[in-house]
Every structure is written in C-alpha cells, then in structure tokens.
C-alpha cells in the first residue's frame, strides 16, 4: 500500500524503519523518504516527525528551515503536537517567527507545557512578566513529578530531570545528581543522555576527576545512534588522541564529515578548519571554503570570521573586501572577538569605506573588551599615535597593559619599550627591561634584539658582548632583519666569534632579503669583493643590491652604483 502512494501506509512504514518493528531494521533514511511521501500529501503526522528529524538531523541534513516549514504545514492541518515543538523552536530561536502571524500563539503552547525559553521569550515581546520569570513553585512541583517518573524509569524523565539538576530548576544545581540521571538515561540508550554523559565525563563535572575513557564510551554509543553532536565530539577524541586513543586526523576528518553532512555547523566549522590546514585531509582551500560557508549560513560565528578571512586574503576565493567586511560584521555582532579585530584593522588601513567615522575604533574597542590581546594591543598603539583618536597615556598604558598581562608578547615589547624612552608614558627601567627581558625569553625576536643591544651597549646591565651575541642569534634564527645584520657583522668582522666570510655573508643576505638597506649594501659590497658568495667577484650582482639599497636612501650604495656602472661602461 505504501508503494501505491496511501499516505497512512507509508507513514506506518516509515515508523516501522524508526522503531525497528514489522521485520524492518532501523534505518532513519528509509523513513525520512517514505514520511517525505506521506507529509507530501498532507498527512500531519509524518510531518511533523519529519520536522523533528529535519530539526536533528536524523536521517537527512539538519534544516532548521525546512523543520519549522513542516511544523507550519501540521499545525495548519491540525496536528495536537506540532504547535509545542514549532513554539520551542521559536524560543529557542531555531526558527524565524516573522514568517509566522500566530507564532505568538505557539509560544504560548510551549510555555504552558513549562518550556523556560519559551516563558523568557513571551515575557519579552509582551512587555509584562506574566511569562518572564518562572514560578518557583511551579517548576518545584513539575521536578518532584518528573522525579517520580524518572524513578520509574520514564527515559524522557530522567533526561529532563538530569537538565534540570545542571540548570538548578525546581531542585538544588546539582552536578553529580545529573550525572547520575544522565547515566540511566543514557543506560536505556537515550542518545542524547550518551551525548550529554560523555561531556560531563571529558570535563570532570559531577565525578571526582575526569575520565576520558567513558566519555568516550558514551560517545561511541551515541554516535552509533547517528547523534551529529556525538560524532562530532568523538572526532575531537580521535584528532587529539584521548580516551587511550591514538591521535587519528584521518579519522577525525572522517567523523566529522559525517556530522557536518547531517548539518550539525560545528563540525562543518572544523572540516573547514581540516582542509584549510591539511590536518586529515588534503590541504584544500576552496573545499575549506564550501564547509565554512555552510557553517556560516546557519549562524556560526567563528565560521563567519574564517569566511571572512578567506575573502580578505582571496584564500580559496577571490578576493573581495566587501564580502569580508559583511562576514565579519556578522561574526562581530554575536561577539566573536577575532572577528571585530579583523573587523577593525580593515577600516583602520582604508581596505573600505567607513560607515561612520567612529567605526575605525568601535570594533577595535569591542575586540578588546572582550579581552583579544591583539586589539589590546592595536588599540594601545592607536592611542600612542593618535590614529582615529586623540593621544591619551593613560587608556594607551591601559589597553597595552591588558594584553601584555595577558602574556602577548608583542604587548609587552611595546610597553617595555614606552616604559624605556619615558617621554609618552611616565620612565620606568626597571619595569622596561624586566618586560622586555619576560618578552625575549619567550621567545619574541624584537624583545631579544632590544636585550641583545642592552647587553652590547651595557644598559641596565653589565656590558657582555657573548650574551649579546647569543640575544642577536636567537633574534636573527627568528627572522629580525636587524639581529641577522648584526650576526653577519659579528662574522665579518670577528667579534665574539671566529672570522667566517661564509657565516657573514649568510646573514647579511637574509637580513638584505627582509629589506633592510644596511644589509644590502653589505651584500653587495661582499659580492663586490668575492667574499663569501662563493662565486668569486661579481660585479652585476653586487650593482643589484646597491641598487636596491640606494632607492631606500643609502648614500654609500648611490655612490656605489655610479662607481660600478662607470666600471660596467669602461669595459
């Protein structure tokens, strides 16, 4: 019958595939098919479960959308429970109400059956607080009868009444109760319960300490139920290797593909994450790209920011400073702190237009109240300089301040350093060279620079030209331009090290190649004289980088080039 297109036949088949009955094995994608059949001819209760599977991603993608299209369709048909779970998913603003004139009205329905959201939300658009706040007595009561239940061993109760103990509604906030409830919920295979006990378990909450081993177990026992959250959570347990796993990426790429194909946006922000950085898969920024952007639609915030990112750096897209803007703004307003950066550092280098002038500093300030040091930092520096904003010591001392007892050693250079000169900020040497010293031996190349010339020159301490040497090396295996210059000096010259033309010309190149016009005409004149290159004189080559120091302003390498080009011309 149901092959014959009878809408009751194929809704029974389809409960048959849900509930393992009639001889059918559980198979939540036959049944989603045979309700999409049912539904499509009205019948209510198909979809309505269909909406609740759209709603989970069980068996097809999670589609908010669609799920609260389909309760639409059964409360229009008359479904008794399609009003509840269409009023929750209000509430929980998993769908949009303005497309629904008696959304109101469903609301309420979930507020009656006791859905906190749902009270807070009424409350809210009513402006009264017949709904705002939850009766005390009322959730005292509704937690001592789903306790008794949960005694009886109701599965929906237990898991109600484990939320309940997390939240603290109706009963004392008590983590080791939820637990307790979790575990036999999740014992009679509540997915959800596995889930949520797996959780509890990683993180330690409601037991002695934590214990990756039954978290992982539980997730296993969810995932194999096909929950999207659990094999999501199961792949962070395979990409770091806990629960006595070994760390697997393949494997953690693998399971989360799966999640983030039944919609679930965190893992489809992570598969995004995997391509992007080729962890688990091929290196692939355009299928980093596709992953983020369907984690981003749905409202994922750290998914709008890398989306963003991919279009202000035309990584896996071409590149597009509007479109960037657009997705950092979106990340920016639910707080995402990388994205309000990011957000700022565009309108403060003029990448585009300024809707308001104050926007320049408005996102930089929301990033760093939200406590992310580089906005801290470039914030601090914006009242240094006075670049969108009037020069003001004590909020630049602030802000650099905050990100530099953060730990951000860019910060703490920067601070130590306006501590050292004393003409912005109040002088401070000793406060200055203990920052910077903290920032060099954490390893910050300009702080190890900084250290390596107080050492040289003997400020703040004993003059030490082997510490100063070492300060110079580690700075210049870092990458500073300035260390590496000095290294070859160092060598050029033999001071502190034994005489290496080879050494020294190694480290003028790379300081040369970071443009730094002393090191160019270093090279240049190296190559000039054969020293070094290994390649003997060699004039044309050394003409290149006196070239290239000259149009930086070195009056050596401009005489240089006449000579050499006089040279050239004789020949």
């Given at each position: 019958?149901?092959?014959?297109?009878?809408?009751?036949?194929?809704?029974?088949?389809?409960?048959?595939?849900?509930?393992?009955?009639?001889?059918?094995?559980?198979?939540?994608?036959?049944?989603?098919?045979?309700?999409?059949?049912?539904?499509?001819?009205?019948?209510?209760?198909?979809?309505?479960?269909l909406?609740?599977?759209?709603?989970?991603?069980?068996?097809?993608?999670?589609?908010l959308?669609?799920?609260?299209?389909?309760l639409?369709?059964?409360?229009?048909?008359?479904?008794?429970?399609?009003?509840?779970?269409?009023?929750?998913?209000?509430?929980?603003?998993?769908?949009?109400?303005?497309?629904?004139?008696?959304?109101?009205?469903?609301?309420?329905?979930?507020?009656?059956?006791?859905?906190?959201?749902?009270?807070?939300?009424?409350?809210?658009?009513?402006?009264?607080?017949?709904?705002?706040?939850?009766?005390?007595?009322?959730?005292?009561?509704?937690?001592?009868?789903?306790?008794?239940?949960?005694?009886?061993?109701?599965?929906?109760?237990?898991?109600?009444?484990?939320?309940?103990?997390?939240?603290?509604?109706?009963?004392?906030?008590?983590?080791?109760?939820?637990?307790?409830?979790?575990?036999?919920?999740?014992?009679?295979?509540?997915?959800?319960?596995?889930?949520?006990?797996?959780?509890?378990?990683?993180?330690?909450e409601g037991?002695?300490?934590?214990?990756?081993?039954?978290?992982?177990?539980?997730?296993?026992?969810?995932?194999?139920?096909?929950?999207?959250?659990a094999?999501?959570?199961?792949?962070?347990?395979?990409?770091?290797?806990?629960?006595?796993?070994?760390?697997?990426?393949?494997?953690?790429?693998?399971?989360?593909?799966?999640?983030?194909?039944?919609?679930?946006?965190?893992?489809?922000?992570?598969l995004?994450?995997s391509?992007?950085?080729?962890?688990?898969?091929?290196?692939?920024?355009?299928?980093?790209?596709?992953?983020?952007?369907?984690?981003?639609?749905?409202?994922h915030?750290?998914a709008?920011?890398?989306?963003?990112?991919?279009?202000?750096?035309?990584?896996?897209?071409?590149?597009?400073?509007?479109?960037?803007?657009r997705?950092?703004?979106?990340?920016?307003?639910?707080?995402?702190?990388?994205?309000?950066?990011?957000?700022?550092?565009?309108?403060?280098?003029?990448?585009?237009?300024?809707?308001?002038?104050?926007?320049?500093?408005?996102?930089?300030?929301?990033?760093?109240?939200?406590?992310?040091?580089?906005?801290?930092?470039?914030?601090?520096?914006?009242?240094?300089?006075?670049?969108?904003?009037?020069?003001?010591?004590?909020?630049?001392?602030?802000?650099?301040?905050?990100?530099?007892?953060?730990g951000?050693?860019?910060?703490?250079?920067?601070?130590?350093?306006?501590?050292?000169?004393?003409?912005?900020?109040?002088?401070?040497?000793?406060?200055?060279?203990?920052?910077v010293?903290?920032?060099?031996?954490?390893?910050?190349?300009?702080?190890?620079?900084?250290?390596?010339?107080?050492?040289?020159?003997?400020?703040?301490?004993?003059?030490?030209?082997?510490?100063?040497?070492?300060?110079?090396?580690?700075?210049?295996e870092?990458?500073?331009?300035?260390?590496?210059?000095?290294?070859?000096?160092?060598?050029?010259?033999?001071?502190?090290?034994?005489?290496?033309?080879?050494?020294?010309f190694?480290?003028?190149?790379?300081?040369?190649l970071?443009?730094?016009?002393?090191?160019?005409?270093?090279?240049?004149?190296?190559?000039?004289?054969?020293?070094g290159?290994?390649?003997?004189?060699?004039?044309?080559e050394?003409?290149?980088?006196?070239?290239?120091?000259?149009?930086?302003?070195?009056?050596?390498?401009?005489?240089?080039?006449?000579?050499?080009?006089q040279?050239?011309?004789?020949?």
């Amino acid at each position: 019958m149901a092959r014959r297109g009878v809408p009751e036949a194929q809704f029974r088949l389809a409960e048959m595939y849900l509930i393992d009955e009639g001889g059918a094995t559980h198979d939540a994608a036959k049944a989603a098919r045979w309700l999409r059949a049912a539904a499509e001819q009205g019948h209510t209760g198909a979809q309505t479960i269909l909406a609740e599977m759209y709603r989970d991603g069980d068996g097809v993608e999670m589609d908010l959308e669609e799920a609260a299209r389909w309760l639409r369709e059964a409360v229009a048909g008359g479904d008794p429970d399609a009003p509840l779970l269409l009023g929750m998913m209000y509430a929980d603003f998993e769908a949009d109400m303005d497309e629904d004139p008696d959304a109101e009205s469903h609301l309420e329905v979930a507020a009656a059956a006791g859905h906190t959201p749902a009270r807070y939300l009424l409350g809210a658009l009513r402006g009264d607080d017949e709904f705002s706040e939850p009766d005390e007595e009322e959730l005292r009561e509704l937690a001592e009868a789903t306790l008794r239940e949960a005694w009886r061993g109701d599965v929906e109760a237990q898991f109600f009444i484990a939320n309940a103990y997390l939240d603290g509604l109706g009963v004392p906030k008590d983590d080791a109760e939820a637990v307790r409830w979790l575990r036999a919920a999740a014992r009679q295979g509540d997915a959800a319960a596995q889930n949520d006990l797996g959780v509890m378990c990683q993180k330690g909450e409601g037991l002695p300490e934590p214990d990756s081993v039954q978290a992982l177990k539980w997730f296993r026992a969810a995932a194999d139920q096909g929950d999207p959250i659990a094999i999501h959570n199961l792949s962070g347990m395979y990409r770091f290797g806990d629960g006595g796993l070994d760390p697997d990426p393949e494997k953690a790429a693998q399971l989360n593909l799966r999640a983030a194909e039944m919609g679930f946006a965190d893992a489809q922000y992570n598969l995004g994450v995997s391509y992007s950085r080729g962890m688990g898969v091929e290196q692939d920024s355009r299928e980093a790209v596709r992953w983020f952007r369907k984690a981003a639609d749905q409202g994922h915030p750290d998914a709008q920011n890398s989306l963003g990112v991919a279009y202000s750096e035309g990584k896996g897209v071409e590149r597009d400073d509007e479109k960037a803007v657009r997705w950092f703004r979106a990340a920016a307003v639910q707080g995402e702190t990388h994205a309000a950066y990011n957000l700022g550092v565009m309108y403060a280098d003029g990448e585009t237009d300024l809707e308001d002038e104050t926007d320049r500093v408005k996102w930089l300030r929301a990033a760093a109240e939200g406590g992310y040091p580089h906005a801290q930092l470039h914030l601090g520096r914006a009242y240094v300089l006075g670049i969108g904003l009037e020069r003001d010591a004590a909020k630049a001392e602030k802000w650099l301040s905050a990100a530099a007892d953060s730990g951000f050693l860019p910060a703490m250079h920067v601070l130590g350093r306006l501590y050292e000169e004393g003409d912005f900020l109040p002088g401070d040497e000793s406060r200055a060279f203990e920052l910077v010293r903290e920032a060099a031996e954490e390893g910050w190349p300009p702080a190890q620079h900084d250290l390596g010339m107080a050492y040289e020159e003997g400020r703040r301490v004993q003059r030490d030209a082997d510490e100063a040497l070492k300060w110079f090396r580690e700075a210049a295996e870092g990458g500073f331009g300035r260390s590496q210059h000095n290294l070859g000096f160092a060598y050029y010259q033999g001071r502190g090290v034994e005489q290496d033309f080879g050494e020294a010309f190694k480290w003028y190149r790379r300081a040369a190649l970071e443009g730094l016009s002393r090191a160019q005409v270093a090279v240049g004149m190296m190559y000039f004289k054969g020293q070094g290159a290994g390649t003997g004189p060699d004039v044309a080559e050394s003409l290149k980088w006196f070239r290239l120091a000259a149009a930086q302003g070195e009056s050596v390498a401009a005489e240089m080039v006449e000579f050499v080009e006089q040279m050239l011309e004789l020949d």
